[in-house]
């Protein structure tokens, strides 16, 4: 099992900048990828972006070019740069950790996001 904590949510106006981390601790070794995905109130949680052992990298459409996922293995943090933030980004985002056989997640940490 791994633990999850995510950090550096908050508000910030259209356009600025945030940038969330996850601390991964317990079995780490087992973690092929770490990821974000977010929910907006009323809406199912969708993947936003995930980062591979290897440093590979994969984002959603609506992220892509503006979020940036990446990782420091040496203290088991991944972290989501976001840049020009808009309304709709607004959400908890959630990290979480794919292992082999199972998946564990953070608690979340909310986005807002003012127009």
């Known amino acids: 099992q791994v633990q999850l904590v995510e950090s550096g949510g908050g508000l910030v106006q259209a356009g600025g900048s945030l940038r969330l981390s996850c601390a991964a601790s317990?079995?780490?070794?087992?973690?092929?990828?770490m990821g974000w995905y977010r929910q907006a109130p009323g809406k199912q949680r969708e993947f936003v972006a995930r980062?591979?052992?290897?440093?590979?990298?994969y984002y959603a459409d609506s992220v892509k070019g503006r979020f940036t996922i990446s990782r420091d293995n040496a203290k088991n943090t991944v972290y989501l740069q976001m840049d020009r933030l808009k309304y709709e980004d607004t959400a908890v985002y959630y990290c979480?950790?794919?292992?082999?056989?199972?998946?564990?997640w953070g608690q979340g940490t909310q986005v807002t996001v003012s127009s």
């Open positions: 979480n950790a794919a292992m082999p056989d199972s998946t564990d």
């Open positions: 317990g079995y780490t070794y087992s973690i092929n990828y």
């Open positions: 980062i591979s052992s290897g440093g590979s990298t």
